[in-house]
């Protein structure tokens, strides 16, 4: 078995601002697991504010190449890199059982998704994010998002601008379904006016208005909101999701902050057990990483898989995208080539 990783520093299109910051360039880690004619790939998407970059990354990464003993034993895999960092380095974990899933899936010719008996149901319409930028800016956004058919915007938020932002998009896009990530951006009494914003504009749902370990205040605003209130921040392992459901609506799910797919469908499992809403989301990664999210997404009831549609410089290629709509691959393993 042979098992390689290379660093690529990916563009966006336009700077991607959020309420924490704004960049351009994200450095994501792949990894390739070769063994028999076959090489299962997987992808690193490192955020500071889960503990890591592309340093930590490739400081890590190599010291946990020996867990992968057998493609096939998927716990085992799992075991051994919590054995090594419990609560750390999740988007290595990612890559690493991405890798291990995808060379499985290739050995027995079919798709990641029919490997693990997942549902074929189309997947939800995926939200197109408007990034937090100077109004005009956002409008221009929006504007180019509905001309080019998309259905779902998501926006960005966590500014002293934020109601007129809300009120700007919905008149820029009215007939969309809206919704709202704040990004942890908001204190309790802000976030209560900004519901009351959000209800009368119609957003579908808003992202963690409040601190990540601020879930007293979720929870009071739940109690207080008609629009649903999901977890992003907030969640961080598959064991935090009971905790949630005393706070959240609903979670989102990015296998890179919850070390790989398998712990985003064990995580979706539990939410699923504890009757919450559930979202397939993603960072900003190619379409291998976006392949993989794909795979779950016909369990979900939303879909915010943008990632790579940001990109100026997508490494892979094979997701067919019409608008927000993304055709499950077809093909054997995560079903995306290089460029």
């Keep these: ?90 988007s290595v974990k990612c890559a690493l059982e991405m890798a291990a899933l995808e060379w499985c899936a290739l050995s027995a010719g079919v798709p990641v998704w029919k490997l693990l008996g997942l549902s074929p149901a189309p997947v939800p319409e995926s939200s197109f994010t408007v990034s937090l930028a100077e109004l005009p800016a956002m409008r221009q956004q929006a504007r180019e998002a509905v001309q080019a058919g998309y259905g779902v915007l998501k926006v960005k938020l966590g500014t002293e601008q934020d109601m007129q932002i809300v009120e700007a998009l919905r008149e820029e896009a009215p007939a969309v379904s809206l919704r709202v990530d704040a990004n942890a ?100 990664e190619s379409s291998l990483g976006i392949a993989a999210a794909v795979s779950l997404a016909g369990l979900c009831d939303w879909a915010d898989l943008d990632g790579a549609l940001l990109l100026s410089d997508d490494p892979y290629s094979g997701l067919e995208w019409q608008a927000g709509h993304v055709q499950r691959p077809t093909a054997a393993g995560w079903g995306v080539a290089r460029r």
């Excluded at 190449?65 to 493609?71: E, F, H, I, R, S």
């Design 1 to 90: 078995m042979s098992v390689t990783h290379e660093t690529l520093e990916l563009h966006t299109r336009q700077p991607f601002g959020i309420a924490r910051w704004t960049h351009s360039v994200y450095p994501r880690t792949f990894v390739s697991l070769t063994q028999g004619g076959h090489t299962g790939r997987g992808e690193a998407a490192p955020n500071a504010f889960y503990g890591e970059t592309a340093a930590t990354v490739q400081a890590v990464l190599p010291g946990l190449l020996d867990c992968l003993q057998d493609p096939w034993d998927w716990d085992g895999l799992h075991a051994a890199m919590t054995a090594r960092f419990p609560h750390h380095h999740p």
């Design 185 to 284: 951006a908001w204190n309790r009494h802000g976030a209560r006016r900004m519901l009351e914003v959000l209800d009368a504009a119609g957003v579908a749902l808003v992202e963690q208005p409040l601190a990540a370990d601020d879930l007293e205040g979720h929870a009071e605003l739940r109690r207080f909101s008609r629009v649903p209130i999901m977890a992003d921040e907030s969640l961080h392992h598959v064991s935090d999701v009971p905790t949630l459901s005393r706070s959240f609506d609903a979670v989102n799910l990015k296998l890179a902050k919850l070390g790989g797919p398998l712990q985003a469908l064990n995580a979706l499992r539990t939410a699923r057990a504890l009757k919450m809403g559930v979202m397939i989301g993603c960072m900003i």
